[in-house]
């Protein structure tokens, strides 16, 4: 049946059928335009897998180390984007999935930002201006860890959500909940 009508759309229609793309199937067993279906008691909307690492995939084309102009177009670009991927995705009942992305955004600034501050003597200045701990500043410039690393809960501390408010970026899961309350 299938075959027939595939075969039916290529002659008859002159139209190709992407294989890749194309299912008959139950819609809580593929993902359909980015989405999931969760079947139980009542439909639940989920943001499929692939659409999470696509933007993710995105997030690290921006945030790449060979991009060149600096952190306040980085977070504009950021901005950008994101509030264009969450209108999109804001159907989906997912908002633990929005927190985990805003950290991991912050997450990958922080990253661009250490590998900024290469030599040692510059992650002095730099953690110092931010007001760190003389003793952390020892701790952290002088670590062997690698950027993700440091990243994470060393700079995480000193390099927090309100870092990146006051430096422009527009949380994601703020902007999910208000556009779910507009609906």
């Known amino acids: 049946m299938l075959a027939s009508v595939q075969g039916y759309i290529e002659k008859q ?8 793309k194309s299912a008959v199937a139950q819609a809580h067993r593929t993902p359909v335009l980015g989405f999931r279906f969760l079947a139980g008691r009542a439909v639940q909307i989920r943001m499929a897998p692939d659409a999470l690492a696509k933007v993710k995939a995105t997030i690290r084309q921006v945030t790449r180390r060979s991009r060149g102009p600096g952190m306040s177009k980085r977070i504009q670009t950021l901005n950008e984007y994101l509030r264009g991927w969450i209108g999109y ?3 989906a009942e997912t908002p633990s999935v929005m927190d985990d992305l805003e950290e991991w955004v912050r997450r990958r600034l922080r990253l661009c930002l250490w590998r900024q ?6 992650r002095y200045r730099q953690l110092r201006g931010l007001g760190v701990p003389e003793r952390d500043v020892h ?3 002088n670590s062997r860890l690698g950027p993700w690393r440091i990243a994470g809960k060393a700079l ?4 927090g959500t309100a870092y990146w ?5 527009e949380s994601v899961s703020l902007r999910y909940c208000q556009l779910r309350a507009a609906r």
């Open 156 to 159: 995480g501390r000193f390099l």
């Open 165 to 169: 408010t006051n430096a422009g970026l």
């Open 89 to 91: 995705f804001a159907l």
């Open 117 to 122: 501050w290469r030599r040692v003597r510059t």
């Open 139 to 141: 701790r952290i410039a």
């Open 13 to 20: 229609l002159k139209l190709r059928v992407n294989d890749g």
